[in-house]
């Protein structure tokens, strides 16, 4: 298996732009976490999915963030517009089962710097 | 709510040394896990190791242990015989790697 693939890898966009990062998790894992990792905040969860379906989204820093899992093979989280202070590295992570054994693989990250 | 606490924002140690690394938690369930992970300069989340609430052994992967006192609510990760290689970022997480400590830098010396 290729791991957990995000794109893209980086990412510079001005401020008032739309950003998506995109994630694939590893095939037959049931959930999938998007963190934001910030030297400040440190590693957050943003929201996390069961079988597509979104289980906790209070993470979510505010409405112009957006996750999508359309399948189990592809999950979004978008950005509109964004900010200077969205500038962060993004993981996307998965893992089979969520019984609280359940060991992430993170995908590379997307580092986005926002203008 | 789950919390996980390290207080170590940064640690030298020399090489060949044993470190620990302090991990506090809180959490009502009664059913956990408990997890370390290592975070290189190149920015990558690597597992290292897993302990289970009702584990009564303490978990060990090679040269990596962990010393998990429920009672106190602690996990602290035990490296020994530390090389250049070991420093890092390391982060302690609770529940499905879901809540993540603020982490802890190591610096290896030679």
């Known amino acids: 298996d290729a791991g957990v693939i995000q794109s893209p890898r980086h990412e510079v966009t001005e401020m008032g732009q739309e950003v998506t990062l995109r994630c694939k998790p590893i095939?037959?894992?049931?959930?999938l976490f998007w963190y934001r990792q910030t030297m400040m905040r440190g590693l957050e969860l943003l929201i996390y999915?069961?079988?597509?379906?979104?289980?906790?989204d209070s993470g979510m820093p505010e409405d112009r963030f957006s996750a999508k899992m359309p399948n189990a093979s592809f999950s979004t989280l978008k950005i509109q517009p964004s900010e200077p202070r969205d500038s962060a590295v993004y993981f996307c992570?998965?893992?089979?089962?969520?019984?609280?054994?359940?060991?992430?693989?993170f995908g590379a990250g997307s580092r986005l710097t926002v203008l | 709510a789950q919390k996980i606490t390290q207080t170590q924002p940064g640690m030298f140690v020399q090489e060949k040394e044993a470190v620990t690394l302090d991990c506090t938690y809180d959490?009502?369930?009664?059913?956990?896990?408990l997890f370390w992970y290592k975070q290189p300069s190149s920015g990558e989340m690597i597992f290292l190791i897993y302990?289970?609430?009702?584990?009564?052994q303490n978990a060990t992967e090679g040269r990596y242990s962990l010393n998990f006192q429920k009672a106190r609510k602690s996990a602290n990760l035990v490296i020994s015989a530390s090389q250049l290689g070991d420093s890092a970022m390391y982060f302690c997480?609770?529940?499905?790697?879901?809540?993540f400590g603020k982490g802890t830098r190591l610096h290896i010396l030679p």
């Open positions: 992570a998965s893992s089979l089962g969520g019984s609280g054994a359940n060991v992430l693989t």
């Open positions: 095939s037959g894992h049931d959930y």
């Open positions: 999915f069961n079988n597509n379906v979104p289980i906790d």
């Open positions: 959490t009502s369930d009664q059913s956990y896990g």
């Open positions: 302990q289970g609430s009702y584990d009564e």
């Open positions: 997480a609770i529940g499905g790697g879901i809540i």
